[in-house]
């Protein structure tokens, strides 16, 4: 019995030794977790900085284009028909009879220039814009556009539809309003589709014109093509991405996928 108990005090101190590396491992590891988890939650914070910072860029780079979008739309559309108005009104003299069918003509030139006034406010509050889904908002900015009858717009949706977040919905409607800008200044189009296909969890966008096209690869290699840059810059802010293609006489299709919760 004597002669056994060198190998009892072995086996213990084999288990205490045992033991302490396990426990050694355990805090370590555990230390490791934590650190792992601190060092998690404060990129994520990081990330969530730099998106909120992004975000507030997008928007100011968005209330700028739309204060530049709207002096453009009343200059060219109702400050064409207000004029129009002024001079068929400043027909009318005093001594002679009056020309209904001119006044009438006035009239609605006025009103058709408050109509326009109404759906340009409608169109940039994004309060309007939140109160809707991007659908329901896009058609009105669609009804809005056709009216002036220079280009034909179709909206088609495939899957199922998802309510998203509200800061994403309104970056959506921003780029399909870009790309429509875009369509009507430069392309010469005569047809517009804005394509949503809803996926689990994704969203794809895709707004396909038959205009002149250009070369889309080294548009966006230069500075100059800002608008394009915002599109897919904005795509990237939702967390999605965006793809520009184009070629000189083939149109122009603009793609952009993003997810939602």
């Known amino acids: ?123 940039m509050h994004t309060g309007h814009i ?31 539809e998802y309510r998203i977040k509200d800061d994403t919905q309104l970056i959506l409607f921003r780029i399909i309003q870009e790309c429509l800008q875009n369509c009507l200044k430069h392309a010469a189009a005569s047809n517009i589709n804005i394509g949503f296909t809803w996926f689990p969890g994704q969203l794809r966008i895709r707004v396909r014109d038959d205009g002149k096209g250009f070369d889309a690869d080294r548009t966006l290699a230069q500075p100059t093509g800002l608008g394009l840059h915002n599109i897919l810059n904005r795509a990237r802010l939702t967390g999605g991405s965006g793809v520009i293609q184009s070629r000189p006489g083939e149109g122009t299709v603009v793609t952009v996928q993003v997810p939602f919760e």
């Open 130 to 160: 939140r109160a809707f889904n991007i659908r329901q908002a896009l058609d009105d900015e669609v009804q809005r556009i056709t009216r002036t009858g220079t280009i034909a717009i179709s909206v088609t949706s495939e899957g199922e």
């Open 1 to 123: 019995m004597p002669a056994s108990n060198p190998q009892i005090v072995t086996t213990i101190l084999g288990a205490i030794i045992v033991l302490v590396f396990f426990g050694v491992l355990f805090l370590g590891m555990l230390r490791y977790y934590n650190y792992r988890r601190r060092q998690a939650a404060r990129e994520k914070r990081e990330m969530q900085a730099i998106f909120d910072q992004q975000l507030t860029q997008a928007r100011l780079e968005i209330q700028e284009q739309t204060f530049t979008y709207l002096a453009e739309e009343i200059h060219d559309n109702v400050g064409q028909l207000l004029s129009l108005a002024k001079i068929q009104l400043s027909s009318f003299k005093e001594e002679e009879t009056i020309d209904f069918p001119l006044l009438h003509e006035a009239r609605e030139n006025v009103g058709r220039s408050l109509q326009e006034l109404r759906d340009l406010a409608k169109g």
